[in-house]
C-alpha cells in the first residue's frame, strides 16, 4: 500500500500598501474617511421609462428622476443655433457627405461655400414655424446669395383641453419648387438635411440626452451633503455613510450610453485626507459666503423686498447646515468658516430688521 503525503502548505506572502488597505477595506477593517467620486456620461437611448425601473430596481430616491420630455424643447433644440445644419463646397456639394471624399478646392479665390441652416420666422399660439434657408458665401466670407425658404419646419402645439405643457408636433413640408432650382447634388443635401431634422426630433422625444442625465447624477451625487473638490466641478468627495448609494448609482451609470461610468476612490481616514477635503469644503463655502454678503450689502443699498431677503437667508442657512454637518463629518470644528459665517450673520440681522421696519402699519 503506498502511503501519500498532503504537499506542504505555502504561506501566502503577506499583503502591503494599498493591497492591504483594499482588502481591509472589503472586509470592514480599515477607517474609511468617504470616497472621491468622478463621472463621465454620454449620450445613449435611455428612455424615461427604463430609467424610472433602473431607479426602482437599484433602490434609488425617484426624486431625482428627469421631469418629462417636452417635444417643444426638443423642437427648439434640434432647430435652434447649435442644431441641425451642414456646410459644403459649392462646386462638389457630395464631397463632405458620409462617406464621401472631400476634393480639391480652387486656390485662385473662387471657391464658394454653401450653408443650409434653419432659421427662426414666427411664434404665435398656435405654432413655431422656421425655416431651411440656403446661403453661399465665398473665402472672403461675402454673403454671395440667399435662398430663404427651401422647406418650412413648424412645430404645432397641442391645444387639446389635457394636453400636456409642451406637447405638440413636428411638420417638415419641402418647398419642392425652390428645392428644384439647385442642383441634383445640391437636392440631395438638403434632403439629408431635413431626414436629420425629423431623426433627431424623433429621437430627442423617446431618448433622455446625455446633458440631461448628467444633471441628474450630479444633483443626486450633490444631494448626498457631497463636498465639490475641484471647484469646476465633475470631482466630488462623499461621506462613507452614503457607500450603498453610490454602488447603485454607479450601476446605474454603467447602463448609460456606451464609455458611461462612475468611479469611486476610497480615501483612508488619515489627516493628509482630511486635510484635503476640508481646504476643498471651506474654499467653497468661503466663495459662497463673499457672494452672500456682496448680495446682502446690494440688498442693503438698494432695498429689497421681503421676498428676496427671505430668499438671501434661505442661502446663509443651506451653508450653515451644510458646515454643521461637515463638521461633524470630518470631525472638524472649520473654524474659518465658522467666523465668515458669523460676519455674513450681523449683515443679515441688519437686512431682516430694515426689511422690519419697511412693512407698513396695520391698525
Known amino acids: 500500500m503506498t502511503e501519500t503525503h498532503a504537499a506542504p502548505a505555502i504561506d501566502a506572502p503577506p499583503v502591503v500598501g494599498i493591497d492591504a488597505y483594499t482588502e481591509a477595506l472589503e472586509q470592514g477593517g480599515a477607517p474609511l474617511l468617504g470616497y472621491l467620486v468622478l463621472y463621465s456620461i454620454f449620450d445613449g437611448r435611455v428612455t424615461p421609462e427604463a430609467l424610472e425601473l433602473w431607479f426602482q430596481q437599484l433602490g434609488l430616491d425617484p426624486a431625482h428622476l428627469p421631469g418629462p420630455i417636452r417635444p417643444m424643447d426638443i423642437f427648439e433644440r434640434v432647430t435652434g443655433p447649435r442644431g441641425v445644419r451642414v456646410s459644403y463646397p459649392l462646386a462638389d456639394p457630395a464631397s463632405t457627405a458620409p462617406g464621401g471624399r472631400r476634393g480639391r478646392r480652387p486656390t485662385d479665390g473662387t471657391a464658394r461655400e454653401a450653408l443650409l441652416m434653419v432659421r427662426h420666422v414666427r411664434r404665435d399660439q398656435r405654432q413655431i414655424v422656421r425655416h431651411l434657408v440656403r446661403e453661399v458665401r465665398d473665402e472672403a466670407n461675402t454673403r454671395l446669395s440667399y435662398d430663404t425658404r427651401l422647406a418650412e419646419i413648424a412645430f404645432h402645439y397641442d391645444r387639446s383641453p389635457t394636453a400636456a405643457i409642451g406637447a405638440g408636433?413636428?411638420?417638415?413640408?419641402?418647398?419642392?419648387?425652390?428645392?428644384?432650382?439647385?442642383?441634383?447634388?445640391?437636392?440631395?443635401?438638403?434632403?439629408?438635411?431635413?431626414?436629420?431634422?425629423?431623426?433627431?426630433?424623433?429621437?430627442?422625444?423617446?431618448?433622455?440626452?446625455?446633458?440631461?442625465?448628467?444633471?441628474?447624477?450630479?444633483?443626486?451625487?450633490?444631494?448626498?451633503?457631497?463636498?465639490?473638490?475641484?471647484?469646476?466641478?465633475?470631482?466630488?468627495?462623499?461621506?462613507?455613510?452614503?457607500?450603498?448609494?453610490?454602488?447603485?448609482?454607479?450601476?446605474?451609470?454603467?447602463?448609460?450610453?456606451?464609455?458611461?461610468?462612475?468611479?469611486?476612490?476610497?480615501?483612508?481616514?488619515?489627516?493628509?485626507?482630511?486635510?484635503?477635503?476640508?481646504?476643498?469644503f471651506t474654499t467653497r463655502a468661503r466663495d459662497d459666503l463673499q457672494k452672500l454678503?456682496?448680495?446682502?450689502?446690494?440688498?442693503?443699498?438698494?432695498?429689497?423686498?421681503?421676498?428676496?431677503?427671505?430668499?438671501?437667508?434661505?442661502?446663509?442657512?443651506?451653508?450653515?447646515?451644510?458646515?454643521?454637518?461637515?463638521?461633524?463629518?470630518?470631525?472638524?470644528?472649520?473654524?474659518?468658516?465658522?467666523?465668515?459665517?458669523?460676519?455674513?450673520?450681523?449683515q443679515l440681522a441688519s437686512l431682516l430688521a430694515e426689511a422690519t421696519d419697511d412693512e407698513p402699519e396695520t391698525d
Do not use: W
Open 169 to 280: 408636433e413636428l411638420a417638415v413640408k419641402p418647398d419642392h419648387s425652390a428645392i428644384k432650382g439647385l442642383s441634383e447634388a445640391e437636392q440631395g443635401r438638403v434632403r439629408e438635411v431635413l431626414a436629420e431634422v425629423e431623426t433627431s426630433y424623433q429621437e430627442g422625444c423617446n431618448f433622455l440626452t446625455g446633458d440631461r442625465l448628467r444633471s441628474m447624477v450630479r444633483a443626486y451625487i450633490e444631494g448626498l451633503k457631497a463636498i465639490r473638490v475641484r471647484p469646476t466641478g465633475g470631482v466630488y468627495f462623499v461621506n462613507a455613510q452614503h457607500t450603498d448609494a453610490l454602488g447603485s448609482l454607479r450601476e446605474l451609470v454603467s447602463r448609460m450610453g456606451e464609455g458611461s461610468h462612475l468611479s469611486r476612490v476610497p480615501l483612508p481616514d488619515q489627516a493628509e485626507m482630511r486635510e484635503m477635503i476640508i481646504s476643498a
Open 293 to 346: 454678503a456682496l448680495d446682502i450689502a446690494t440688498a442693503q443699498r438698494e432695498g429689497q423686498s421681503a421676498a428676496a431677503v427671505q430668499t438671501l437667508y434661505r442661502r446663509f442657512q443651506a451653508v450653515q447646515a451644510s458646515t454643521e454637518t461637515h463638521s461633524e463629518l470630518l470631525s472638524s470644528s472649520l473654524e474659518e468658516t465658522t467666523q465668515a459665517m458669523q460676519v455674513v450673520q450681523l
